[in-house]
């Protein structure tokens, strides 16, 4: 069992500008396989952002956000961040952090069994 509370404020955010996302996990964090971003906007799926390897931290990056956004893992204050560059208003959305444990019960297409409350990012042109 992991807890992920997203506890970063994204709110809004002129086009060109950044935003810091920050989740907090907690519980049993051996069992941690794999970290991911993801977002939703309203009258869209759900869709990958970005995803981190909790063991040597390995990244991949959906191709809209590829060179934009960097994904991370802060060890020592078990966090997990999101930096967002150079956002625009396709980037609108609401965006939630999850997490991929060994043995976890995934019931989202994504497989991921640990999930954020979310937070809305808005960008504004």
């Known amino acids: 069992q992991v807890q992920l509370v997203e506890e970063s404020e994204g709110g809004l955010v002129q086009a060109g500008g950044s935003l810091r996302l920050s989740c907090a996990f907690s519980?049993?964090?051996?069992?941690?396989?794999?970290l991911g971003w993801f977002r939703q906007a309203p009258g869209e799926d759900r869709e990958f952002v970005a995803d981190?390897?909790?063991?040597?931290?390995?990244?991949n990056y959906a191709d809209s956000v590829k060179d934009r956004f960097f994904a991370s893992i802060d060890r020592t204050k078990n966090t997990m961040h999101l930096q967002m560059n150079t956002l625009n208003p396709a980037d609108t959305a609401i965006y939630y952090c999850?997490?991929?444990?060994?043995?976890?019960?995934?019931?989202?297409?994504?497989?991921?069994?640990?999930w954020g409350q979310g937070t809305q990012v808005t960008v504004s042109s």
């Open positions: 519980g049993r964090i051996f069992t941690l396989y794999k």
């Open positions: 999850a997490a991929k444990t060994y043995g976890g019960t995934s019931f989202s297409a994504e497989g991921y069994d640990c």
């Open positions: 981190i390897l909790w063991s040597g931290g390995a990244t």
